[in-house]
């Protein structure tokens, strides 16, 4: 007979919030807390660090959180699993290492490589978006493959009480404690369907409490400043009960449940990932109390024979300004100067934009017949070289004097851009290894 297994989410994105998680691990008896903290820019971003500085390529939070987190977790019996290594797992555990010994904390680190396949790619592999190849998007900056639970498995059998990954898939950090804690037969993919839909519901955290969900108005959501962060209590069949901690902000109810489920899944019969093609479509929801939905009957089938892979490319440099014009005529003055930037900059570049914030920014058209009282102007092109993308900023602050009336607030920046596409690998190009730091 095993002892429920209760699952926490303390971060959904690389720059979350930590005092939910914290909450978490010191009030919801939890056995496993999990830190997602990648997308595909963000480990880009951390790969171009690490070729700055070896030492470095992990989450920039990470020193902070480890050290408001350590002791409660430690304190508690609450093992931590988080894709927080990003482009360097092995630099994140030396670093988690130091910070114990230093706080005078005993704990078993554990970090997880093989995700960076940079030297196993082949300039002549598909580009999943449009078909064209690889080498079209030279120099390639990152090639990270999408992991699952199973790389995480050894790091637990060994009793690691920190685990730190690269690009392990989102749902996959959760499902790893799953079948380690029951003790899953990894080909059972009716199992791993549903436990991947454990982990895609509390995989972003705030989301299924309330925050991104809120609409005020049409989904009114109380106590967002104190948003909880989700967990989920796990029976040894899948079954799970997603929750909250009482008297935190948010809430968990059958909307903010499905909005999760079928959040950036689009396919729900069948939602390919690591570990299984899960199916979702036979999924079965019931609240059970407030803030408890009770979650079953997803299924799933045999995982694919590839593994997708994140790229990351130079795309060039943005350059770009933006201005400010208030007052009843505000909207005149922003298009005129919209137009001036128009008329100085396409002579030279071929791919200039101008939006008016507040005006067509999103939707590229003004919104009914309303006339803002502010408008911020905002001109911007990619440009090969930082040369030509200091141009788009100059040109806006040029308004102050040479532009119409009352401009202000002038901002200009450049920026390198990384461009992100998916290809795929065969599962045999990838060597995994675990790495255990006493």
């Excluded at 008896?29 to 660090?49: K, M, V, W």
């Amino acid at each position: 007979m095993f002892i429920l297994l209760r699952i926490g989410s303390g971060a959904g994105f690389a720059g979350d919030r930590i005092e939910p998680a914290k909450a978490l691990v010191e009030k919801a008896n939890l056995d496993y807390l999990i830190l997602e903290g990648l997308a595909e820019r963000t480990i880009a971003l951390a790969q171009r660090q690490k070729r700055m500085d070896p030492a470095l390529g992990y989450n920039e939070y990470l020193e902070e959180r480890i050290r408001l987190l350590l002791p409660s977790l430690l304190k508690n019996k609450v093992r931590l699993i988080t894709n927080m290594g990003a482009a360097n797992p092995i630099a994140a555990a030396e670093k988690i290492k130091d910070i114990a010994h230093e706080m005078g904390l005993q704990c078993i680190v554990a970090a997880v490589t093989g995700d960076d396949v940079a030297e196993q790619i082949s300039l002549s592999s598909s580009v999943l978006e449009n078909g064209n190849s690889l080498q079209d998007y030279e120099p390639i900056i990152s090639a990270n493959a999408y992991l699952g639970a199973e790389v995480i498995l050894p790091s637990l059998e060994a009793g690691a009480d920190i685990i730190v990954t690269g690009r392990v898939a989102d749902p996959s950090l959760f499902l790893a404690p799953i079948i380690h804690h029951y003790k899953w037969n990894p080909e059972n993919y009716d199992l791993l369907g549903q436990g991947t839909l454990i982990g895609h519901l509390l995989e972003c955290a705030g989301q299924i409490t309330g925050g991104y969900f809120a609409d005020p108005g049409l989904k009114d959501v109380d106590g967002l400043s104190d948003l909880g962060f989700p967990f989920a209590i796990v029976e040894e069949d899948g079954t799970a009960i997603i929750t909250k901690l009482a008297g935190t902000g948010g809430t968990v109810t059958l909307q903010t449940v499905k909005e999760q489920m079928l959040y950036e899944v689009h396919d729900p019969k069948n939602y390919k990932t690591p570990d299984c093609i899960a199916d979702f479509t036979s999924v079965r929801l019931k609240e059970l109390d407030k803030d408890q939905i009770l979650v079953q009957g997803a299924t799933g089938k045999r995982r694919p024979d590839t593994l997708k892979v994140s790229i990351g490319y130079h795309a060039g440099f943005l350059g770009e300004g933006e201005i400010s014009y208030a007052g009843s005529t505000a909207l005149q003055r922003a298009k005129l100067a919209e137009n001036i930037l128009k008329e100085r900059l396409e002579h030279s570049f071929t791919n200039v934009r101008t939006d008016l914030i507040g005006v067509s920014s999103l939707h590229h058209g003004q919104y009914g017949e309303i006339i803002p009282y502010e408008v911020r102007v905002r001109a911007a092109a990619l440009c090969s070289n930082t040369a030509q993308a200091k141009q788009i900023g100059h040109e806006v602050e040029a308004l102050y004097t040479n532009g119409p009336a009352g401009g202000g607030g002038a901002r200009k920046r450049v920026e390198e851009i990384i461009g992100i596409v998916s290809t795929f690998i065969n599962r045999s190009s990838i060597t995994i290894k675990t790495d255990i730091l006493e």
